[in-house]
Nanobody, 116 residues
């Protein structure tokens, strides 16, 4: 069982920055694929960024160059550094973990609001 707890959301002006954190429980963090998703009001949940156990990353086109995903295996945590935030980045951001054998886990989310 893996538990995920997000933090770091809040209200920020357009052009500002935020850093989201996702702390995980358990002892298998280093082999997890970790992802950040977001869901804006009235929209479907979408993938924002992912980082594999080996460190490779991928990003949605809408956030490339502005968001950076990273992980600290010693702290069992994954981060999402967000800069140059836009109002359209407003959403609930969810942490997601995928175990190699297929089990998935979700956090409860943290709200990011970007004002214009």
């Amino acid at each position: 069982q893996v538990q995920l707890v997000e933090s770091g959301g809040g209200l920020v002006q357009a052009g500002g920055s935020l850093r989201l954190s996702c702390a995980t429980s358990g002892s298998i963090f280093s082999i997890l694929t970790m992802r950040w998703y977001r869901q804006a009001p009235g929209k479907q949940r979408e993938l924002v960024a992912g980082i594999f156990s080996g460190g490779n990353t991928n990003y949605a086109d809408s956030v490339k160059g502005r968001f950076t995903i990273s992980r600290d295996n010693a702290k069992n945590s994954v981060y999402l550094q967000m800069i140059s935030l836009k109002p359209e980045d407003t959403a609930v951001y969810f942490c997601y973990a995928q175990v190699p054998w297929g089990t998935n886990y979700w956090g409860k989310g943290t709200l990011v609001t970007v004002s214009s």
